[in-house]
């Protein structure tokens, strides 16, 4: 039934009302504010500051320029060509995210099944992908428990490379190393003979270099020379760099090329990614160069956990510290209600701490100083470290309540 004018008009605008929705409100900028100062005091991980950007980075990202990424994106082709000549490879390819990038490697690698992709048993691609190895490429994996418990050797990567042609076995034709892993630096030299048994077999090889920015600047490695070893390259824009989305696939242009073809049927071709280009930019030129005093903070959360009697079960190498309270006599649940609980809270998600670039000094000296207050709780109650008994339980620690 059609409507005459004047109905028509009302009709629309009576849809117009309903349409409309106003995501500002009053204390829109003032919510944002608190979120930045939230952000300072939480430990979860690094993913939090591409949550709550700076103004600055705002800012810079507002004069992007603007295009279709799917077309021609001049920000976004900017980006991808410097960051192809950053990781010395030919070519780049914008992603939404870190665990697109490695799955959309891996697809472009892997050729006609059957194949296995070899890598640590707790890299990424093997915990944290939701399974996409196999969902997506429907590959075999093979997790390699390292002996050292920090990297795998050249040596178990040849114990468990199957090479062979015996039909029971799915072929590894990809080597899958991360750089950093739980926030430890992968040898260079280590990767380096990997990379040589690899080519000797005609096996290709991928980085999960998410937090490889990390690595170059504690040890001062060009970010070109990390990744001569590989293939491919997966680069996190929003970790550790603070960008609010996105990762950089690297490689040959044949590879990226197909690459992109994968991107745009995993649904991963996005259109208007100036803004986020830009502020990738950002990041790499104002954030990159705040590592060094991110890793300085977390060796200085590291030592004042250790001084209040906390093991340290993964040391600092770069942002991350790993730690068990119950040397102190308490738990982690209880640990992370304590912080909450401060009038200033602090968030924390576990056994493990993330520093950022927007982690505060304040925010570790506050951190500290409750678990320090929580172990002389504990041990006025009368909580005591029992090495016997932890022997005996086969744990390596256990505080008990002493008698009366």
């Known amino acids: 039934m059609s409507l005459v004018n004047g109905d028509l008009e009302a009709a629309r605008r009576a849809i117009a009302d309903q349409v409309k929705f106003d995501i500002l409100t009053e204390s829109h900028e003032a919510d944002n504010e608190k979120a930045r100062q939230e952000v ?14 700076t103004k600055e980075m ?12 799917v077309y021609h994106e001049p920000s976004t082709l900017a980006l991808e060509a410097h960051m192809a000549k950053l990781t010395g490879k030919e070519a780049a390819l914008f992603l939404p995210s870190g665990t697109m990038s490695n799955q959309i490697a891996l697809r ?3 050729k006609q099944p059957p194949y296995a992709v070899l890598c640590d048993h707790r890299a990424h691609i093997n915990t944290y992908e939701a399974g996409g190895t196999a969902f997506h490429s429907g590959a075999h994996t093979y997790p390699v428990i390292p002996a050292n418990g920090h990297h795998i050797t050249v040596e178990e990567v040849e114990a468990h490379a199957v090479l062979d042609h015996n039909i029971h ?4 034709e990809l080597i899958s190393l991360e750089n950093t892993l739980n926030g430890t630096i992968f040898p260079q030299d280590e990767i380096v003979r990997i990379s040589e048994f690899a080519r000797k077999h005609n096996l290709k090889m991928h ?4 937090r490889i920015w990390h690595v170059a600047a504690e040890t001062g490695t060009s970010i070109s020379e990390l990744c001569a070893p590989f293939d491919s390259v997966s680069l996190c824009l929003s970790k550790g760099l603070g960008a609010p989305i996105g990762s950089c696939l690297v490689g040959p242009k044949d590879f990226i090329h197909k690459a992109r073809w994968f991107r745009k049927l995993f649904g991963g071709g996005m259109r208007q990614t100036g803004i ?6 950002y990041a790499l030129t104002h954030n990159f160069p705040q590592l060094p005093r991110v890793h300085a903070l977390t060796r200085k959360l590291e030592a004042g956990l250790e001084e209040a009697g906390v093991r340290i079960t993964s040391g600092a190498e770069t942002c991350m510290v790993f730690f068990d309270p119950s040397t102190i006599g308490v738990s982690l649940p209880e640990l992370v209600e304590a912080a909450n609980q401060l009038p200033n809270p602090i968030k924390l998600g576990g056994s493990r701490l993330v520093v950022h670039v927007q982690t505060s000094d304040e925010a570790v000296e506050d951190l500290v100083a409750l678990v320090r207050r ?3 709780e504990k041990k006025a109650a009368g909580f005591v470290y029992d090495a016997a008994k932890a022997s005996g339980q086969g744990r390596q620690n256990i505080y008990v309540k002493v008698k009366n």
């Open 108 to 110: 472009t690698h892997f």
């Open 169 to 172: 076995y799915a072929p590894v």
């Open 207 to 210: 980085l999960d270099g998410a």
């Open 276 to 281: 986020l280009a830009a502020s990738a930019a």
């Open 374 to 376: 929580l172990a002389e």
């Open 58 to 69: 705002y800012l810079y990202a507002s004069r992007a320029t603007l295009g279709d990424d």
């Open 40 to 53: 300072a005091r939480c430990f979860i991980s690094d993913t939090i500051t591409g949550r709550i950007p």
